[in-house]
């Protein structure tokens, strides 16, 4: 049987909470899903720890100098014949040249409904501060595809949860990360299927 290869992209500290949940989703099911790598920004990246824990490799390419780094990274993907790219805390754009070049699904998770409280600097406690202080009833996830603007690419899954009572920013975060752990491992393996047929 086929097992999709696939590589995880994050930035500078990310926490890794996603790469996690995705990592036990196909653990746990037995999915044919390998993530071939955990591609970090820094050498001391609390990631590293995790990708540790759960016998995941990690590589280290600095991002730097943006075009280097998706030199290397297509050059990376290319060797290791990765068939989708997913961005879990990965804060930078790609260029239309380097996603039409590699040629494979690149997703991404937000964490509002977009369109709404997307594009540039919405991200993290930014986006759940500017949701809580416009009073909004419902905030959730979105998981996407990538072009090369920020959060406007195709929306493969979008889940909303209630907040009208939350009391603080970080309790909205807390909610919509219990969904982004529920729905990015699913959502990846779906559409490997869907795309790969
Ligand atoms: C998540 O909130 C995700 O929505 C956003 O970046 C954050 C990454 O968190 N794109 P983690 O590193 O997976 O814990």
Redesign the pocket.
């Known amino acids: 049987m086929h097992r999709y290869k696939i590589v995880i992209l ?1 930035s500078g500290h ?8 995705i990592a036990k989703y196909f653990q746990k099911r037995n999915l044919p899903v390998d993530i071939v790598s955990v591609i970090v920004t820094s050498r001391k990246a609390p ?1 590293i720890t995790r990708c540790e824990k759960l016998g995941v490799d990690s590589h280290f390419i600095s991002a730097k100098n943006m075009l280097k780094y998706q030199t290397e990274l297509q050059e990376y993907i290319k060797d290791n014949k990765i068939e989708m790219v997913v ?5 930078k754009l790609l260029s239309s040249d380097f996603i039409d070049g590699i040629n494979i699904p690149i997703l ?4 509002a409904l977009l369109p709404n409280y997307g594009g540039k600097g919405m ?2 406690m930014n986006v759940h501060k500017a949701v809580y202080y416009n009073k909004e009833s419902f905030s959730g ?1 979105t998981i996407h595809l990538v072009n090369s603007k920020y959060d406007s690419g195709k929306i493969l899954c979008q889940q909303r949860v209630k907040i009208k009572k939350a009391k603080t920013p970080e309790t909205i ?1 807390a909610r ?2 219990r969904l ?1 752990h529920k729905y990015y491992g699913r959502t990846i393996y779906n559409y490997l299927k869907e795309y790969y047929v």
């Open positions: 994050t990310s926490r890794g909470s996603n790469f996690v949940a990631i961005l879990a805390g990965f804060m991404n998770i937000h964490p991200y993290g996830v975060g919509v990360l982004e």
